[in-house]
């Protein structure tokens, strides 16, 4: 079997890692930082295609939380329908902690920076910032939406702010009022706000992938239309007074970006959301992005997850996605493992398509569900 190395040790390097390792690959994962913390990453809703990989690993099974009901309030709080539907979450930690399992330690290089990258036809040689001279018969590029490699390679892609950013918080359970708490367990809560968009809840696998009662957390994320403009760049300043692109991270919300979510909070949406921003420490912000690139291969390299696509929450398919991918450049190999420039082929033909595809449905879904 071929000898892969793949950029990046995040949810998507390792993903590739985890899937490839399973049809008998030789796999090297070079990550730039030191290590990762699990924190208090974002909540994800599973999808199939994300399971189906972390199974793979043959480790312990992905830490989820459940609702059994989806429901919607209006603006007022008013519940306006409610419904029963089955649904699993889980969080950005619980998938590192899934996915590492699947990559032995000799494998997962750390703070490796990649620093240049020469693929062609007969394979990949890869140098980093440590000295090291690597070649490899494929390199996978999952380095997320500010990918490097994709750089490096010249891959055409375009991108563009969608016109609206997410609000985005995560609390404990054990730190919500009782009732508060109690009013969001086991529902998937939809909110509709007054100048239109809306904000949802659901709980996720807390400190240490606990998933027990009192020991989970809830995550939050709300749409609000910010044009290009001086308000927009005013939200994506630090505490520290730095200008951001695309994000800020928990913790380094300013303190006005913060007094501007919880005043809008109380004006804009339902009581129980309203008191959930206004108990969350650390909320934080991410403008909405649409990014695509032109194709998902380049020589002996290809690009998996949020390098090649970055698709719209709203999907809430993105980390399945980048399972997906990872899944069929894997079954593509197993099959043809001594024809690496036909896998490619196949490759960018396959997932470029289902790219496209999600990427046009988050916009639909964007254009529906928030006010712009």
Not at 87 to 99: D, N, P, V
Request: proline letters at 4%.
């Amino acid at each position: 079997m071929p000898k892969m190395l793949v950029m990046g040790g995040s949810l998507g390097g390792l993903g590739a890692a985890v899937a490839l390792r399973h049809v008998g690959c030789h796999v090297d994962v070079l990550e730039r930082g030191a290590h990762h913390e699990e924190g208090r990453g974002a909540g994800i809703v599973v999808q199939p295609d994300l399971l189906a990989l972390t199974r793979l690993t043959g480790g312990a099974p992905l830490a989820m939380t459940t609702c059994s009901s989806r429901r919607y309030l209006d603006a007022s709080g008013k519940v306006t329908q409610e419904m029963p539907m089955a649904q699993e979450f889980t969080s950005w930690g619980a998938i590192y902690a899934a996915l590492r399992q699947g990559v032995p330690d000799a494998h997962y290089h750390a703070d490796c920076e990649v620093t240049g990258i020469d693929s062609h036809a007969a394979g990949v040689r890869v140098t980093t910032a440590q000295g090291r001279d690597v070649k490899a018969d494929g390199l996978v590029i999952a380095d997320g939406s500010r990918s490097r490699g994709r750089d490096w390679l010249d891959v055409p892609f375009q991108s563009d702010y969608a016109g609206y950013i997410a609000w985005r918080g995560v609390i404990e359970e054990a730190d919500v009022d009782a009732d508060l708490a109690r009013f969001f367990e086991d529902r998937f809560t939809f909110g509709e706000t007054k100048s239109g968009g809306h904000i949802l809840c659901y709980l996720i696998p807390g400190a240490g992938r606990a998933v027990e009662r009192g020991q989970r957390r809830l995550n939050w994320v709300w749409y609000q239309t910010i044009p290009v403009g001086p308000d927009l760049s005013a939200l994506l300043t630090d505490k520290d007074g730095r200008a951001h692109t695309s994000s800020i991270a928990p913790g380094d919300l300013s303190a006005a970006s913060r007094r501007y979510l919880q005043d809008r909070a109380k004006n804009e949406l339902p009581a129980p959301f309203a008191d959930l921003i206004d108990a969350t420490q650390d909320p934080f912000i991410q403008a909405i992005t649409d990014l695509a690139a032109s194709t998902m291969t380049h020589g002996r390299a290809c690009l998996l997850g949020d390098a090649a696509f970055v698709v719209r929450p709203h999907t809430a398919g993105a980390t399945a996605k980048a399972a997906a991918d990872a899944m069929t450049l894997a079954s593509l190999l197993r099959d043809t493992p001594d024809d690496m420039p036909q896998v490619l082929a196949d490759y960018d033909r396959l997932r470029l398509r289902a790219g496209q595809q999600m990427s046009g449905y988050g916009v639909q879904l964007g254009q529906r569900s928030v006010a712009t």
